[in-house]
């Protein structure tokens, strides 16, 4: 059976949670290597935002998925467990003085990697807004005047702050799932079931 789990700080978080469950017998390292093979199971490691596209397009049984990136990369696969890490929150957020932005200007400029969530929430609430697609670093927009807002993730609040910002409204909150490929789900099942029951039992 084969795993895909996202390089960073997630990958770290899953690996301590499958050794206290008993799913990993030795502990595993980010490195150079991309796939890992662990007794039956083989652990690939990829990018974040790639785990839906792995596990939907049957590369990945399994995948390890922030509840963010399956917002913003809606996926044709099954939500099976929320595992309780990697908790964190999808917020708007800018300088102090974006509060009123927020709330009178016609047309917000917002910077985001979360182009989806984004759009979906703003237009929710009937705001016209231009979003700037950054990868990287998107506090720095505000600060230079190239946004009015950014919408990212928020998990102690430390980053906003040290750059003079601040959250003005959460958009919704983010924890890591265990998804799997839906042809693997009815082919593997035998496999799959004890693989999930293991972390029911002790969620």
Same mark, same amino acid.
């Given at each position: 059976?084969?795993?895909a789990l996202?390089?960073?700080?997630?990958?770290?978080?899953?690996?301590?949670?499958?050794?206290?469950?008993?799913? +990993? =017998?030795? /502990?595993?390292e980010?490195?150079r290597?991309?796939?890992?093979?662990? &007794? !039956?199971?083989? @652990?690939?490691?990829?990018?974040?935002?790639?785990?839906?596209v792995?596990?939907?397009?049957?590369?990945?049984?399994l995948?390890?998925c922030?509840y963010d990136?399956? +917002? =913003?990369? /809606?996926?044709e696969?099954y939500?099976?467990?929320?595992?309780?890490? &990697? !908790?964190?929150? @999808?917020?708007?957020a800018?300088?102090?003085?974006?509060?009123?932005?927020?709330?009178?200007?016609p047309?917000l400029?917002?910077?985001?990697?979360?182009?989806?969530?984004?759009?979906?929430?703003?237009?929710?609430k009937?705001?016209?807004?231009?979003?700037?697609?950054?990868?990287?670093?998107?506090?720095?927009?505000?600060?230079?005047?190239?946004?009015?807002?950014i919408?990212?993730?928020?998990?102690?609040?430390?980053?906003?702050?040290?750059?003079?910002?601040?959250?003005?409204?959460?958009?919704?909150?983010?924890?890591?799932?265990?998804?799997?490929?839906?042809?693997?789900f009815?082919?593997?099942?035998?496999?799959?079931?004890?693989?999930?029951?293991k972390?029911?039992?002790?969620?």
């Amino acid at each position: 059976m084969r795993i895909a789990l996202p390089k960073g700080r997630l990958f770290k978080e899953s690996v301590e949670l499958f050794l206290k469950r008993g799913i +990993l =017998e030795e /502990p595993i390292e980010e490195g150079r290597k991309l796939v890992i093979k662990v &007794g !039956e199971l083989e @652990v690939m490691l990829v990018k974040p935002f790639d785990v839906p596209v792995y596990v939907e397009n049957g590369a990945a049984d399994l995948g390890v998925c922030g509840y963010d990136v399956l +917002l =913003e990369r /809606p996926s044709e696969v099954y939500r099976h467990v929320d595992l309780g890490i &990697g !908790e964190c929150r @999808v917020c708007v957020a800018g300088k102090p003085e974006g509060r009123l932005i927020y709330e009178e200007s016609p047309c917000l400029r917002v910077a985001t990697k979360y182009r989806f969530i984004t759009d979906s929430f703003f237009k929710a609430k009937g705001k016209r807004v231009r979003i700037l697609h950054l990868n990287g670093s998107v506090e720095l927009a505000p600060l230079i005047g190239l946004s009015d807002l950014i919408v990212d993730l928020v998990q102690t609040g430390r980053t906003l702050k040290e750059n003079g910002l601040v959250v003005i409204e959460e958009i919704t909150r983010s924890s890591a799932w265990l998804i799997s490929n839906k042809a693997s789900f009815r082919s593997k099942r035998a496999e799959i079931l004890p693989f999930i029951d293991k972390l029911v039992k002790a969620l």
